[in-house]
């Protein structure tokens, strides 16, 4: 007989070994040294589940896709402000209804066609006759779209909207082609810096630089978008060079493996996303203020966001991000204080009441779920959780029936302090006084706008329609010598187009 | 012989007609409604129906379920209702990668629990047997994404010698296919490996009892040659019932293995199907998997007969 298995072990062990050994040596070079060959990867969490953001919802698809492969005719830069894209420039009519747009006269998409005004037509129409996501609603406003030159657009809208051109920026306003709308869920056509290159699905998409691009071509000729369910997946990959950036960071708590290494750098700016403590407004035990006032009270917010979020991120106090024109910081307005809870919670006749904490499977919203139940335990209340599978499971029961008491999620969208706090919405909040601020402040001039957001933002907080528990930090780790990545997150796209490696 | 291939030609068919049957309900009745997480937060009641009415949901179920039986049956495994995109090559890509890691796997867990399986039997009065056989109930201790992520630690970060993560088909780099596939193979290999060597020991013991083994040894055979010439195949047939059973284990303990490595196979389009509510694509996925560990069943039943003489004269 000629082998014992006890020496197939050896063998097989002594192979294992081998191509272990042999295999390190040679895949050392592979990753990309400074300046080899202008290729970037980036590690982010959620895969699109389809290209085409114009009838499937969902963050991922204008991350990847907005800014990088279409253009908009304006754009939000870092600070908040909307600034020129495809528009060169724009004026605005005295009643505030007609806006007419300078076109560039260079832009072309990537299937040959060159842009002119009759696609930007043809983009704000499709909008209202073809799109199926609820975000159309944006462009209700719009009475006619006209082209009037190649390169100037007139747009008349039904009544005065500051929030329409805003809305603009976000994907309601990507230009598309005329002949290249066929096939958007798995071969998009845009103006952008960047091509679609390829989807390996489950796995990641390849951007191509576009040669063509009208304005300053980027640096790197291929980025790779890597996408990783597991937030320890997506650390290893970069600590082991698969990726050289992680766009957004899952786990907070696990960044300090990063910070105490000089091989990467850490970036912390802000985002959209509030995430609310929401109360279903249309529950009894929610229609007295003095509930709603005392649940916010109860809360020690700096506690709850070292405890459920690594400190990361900024306290808020109402639906405005700092990067917003009419932000103030309304932390104040319901400040921590226990005994004044309790008191006020006895004097409305709810302590020792049962509340519903729904919450979405989502990381930060279990671990801060916890932290709310035992503080409001503490002032008298009772809190159950239950645990509901995101996002199905999630959208049908809160969102959907509004079958909840309490509920955790980050509203990431930008500008919706309207769109959430609406009798319609799952807050059920039906407060008149903000629908009358929120219309004059879409209607007025742009310092109208301001004091009137301001006021509305602080009719909220002072209403208690919700808890802001705290804004999300936009978390960024990269290489050291890579430049150009944005401080905030602030709107919809991942911007690669001013990338670079030093 | 030929009335055992025809009755268990015919279980196989009639538990593939049950299965898909369950399956189908299933998904029915799992809450959450596909047109609405495609749809977003803010989506009309309105537009929900429309999407609804585009995806078939507003069939009635017996002719969703017949439509869908007599697609799989030409081999048209439907569109997703998500990326648009069919989902026959979808399926077939990410099966081929998770075909790899199992079959991989598997031979890993036999090239480990054949030879230890043995040893552990033939010394088990001994220090070394004793060892063996506590080393493999902790094996059989630890799950195997566990076992991926401490493996992960060791040989990716700490000591660099291997990726991390990821996914190369082997047309594509064979060499770096080959160096993202050890990880995940061992972690899947090494637990099942663990399990299956308990039953190469159980399953050798009661051979070294048996009378024939004793007249080898007499002939004056050393203990293990006359193992490996007279012991081997009688010990194959429970063995070949686990590794069967095990097969099964393994594909469904990728789904979560492949989730630790970033692998794009069968089990992260499942997941990916799940909290899509792509229930196409997540029933068709499902019923892959059943096929799948019906037909291998049924292979190991044939198997058998193979190893065993005395299962072909039909007594039953």
Redo the contacts between chains.
Sequence with gaps: ?KS???R??AL?AAG?LA???C??G??SS?NSSPGADQALSIGLVA?P??L?FT????AAIPQALLGNVYNGLVKQDETGKIVPDLAKSWTVSPDRKLYTFTLVDNAKFTNGAAFTSADAVFSIDRVKKNW????K?AMDVVQTAKAVSPTELQVTLSKPSNDWLFRMTTRIGAMFSQTGVDKL??DPVGTGPYKFGTW????SIVLQRNDDYWGTKPFFNQVTL?Y???P??LN??L??G?INVIGTVQAPEALSQFTSNDKYQVIEGTTNGEVLLSFNNSQPVFKDIRVRQAIRQAIDHKALLDTCFAGRGKLIGSMVPPTDPWYEDLTSVAPYDQAKAKAALQAAGATGKTLRLRLPTLPYATSCGQVVKSQLEQVGLKVTIDQL?????W???V??NADYDMSIIAHVEPRDLG?VFNAK?YTRYDDPTLQGLLAAADAGDEATQVSEMKKAARRISEQAAADWLFLLPNLVVADKNLTGLPQNAITESFDLSRLARS | MVLRLIERTAVLLVSLAVSSVLVFAFMAVLPGDPARVALGVNASDEAVAELRRQFGLDRSLSTQYFDWLGGLLQGDFGTSYVSKAAIGPQIFDRFQVTLWLVVVAMVVALVIAAPAGTVMAARHRRLSGLALSALSQVGVAVPAFLAGILLIMLFAVKLGWLPANGWTPPAEDPGMFLRQLILPALSLGLVQGAVLTRYVRSAVLDVLREDYLRTARAKGLRPFPALWRHGLRNAAVPVVTVLGLQLATLLIGAVVVERVFVIPGLGSLLLDGVSNRDLLLVQDVVMVLVIAVLVVNFLVDLLYVALDPRLRVGSR
């Design positions: 007989m014992y298995p006890t197939a072990v097989a294992l191509l272990t050994a295999s390190a040679s895949g592979s895969e589940a389809s085409d009838t499937t919802d969902g199926t996501t609820s975000l609603a869920a798995t390996k699905r489950g796995d890597k990783f369910k597991d320890t997946a290893n990959a600590l082991t698969t599978e995101f996002p199905a499971a959208l049908t029961t969102l959907k769109a919405y």
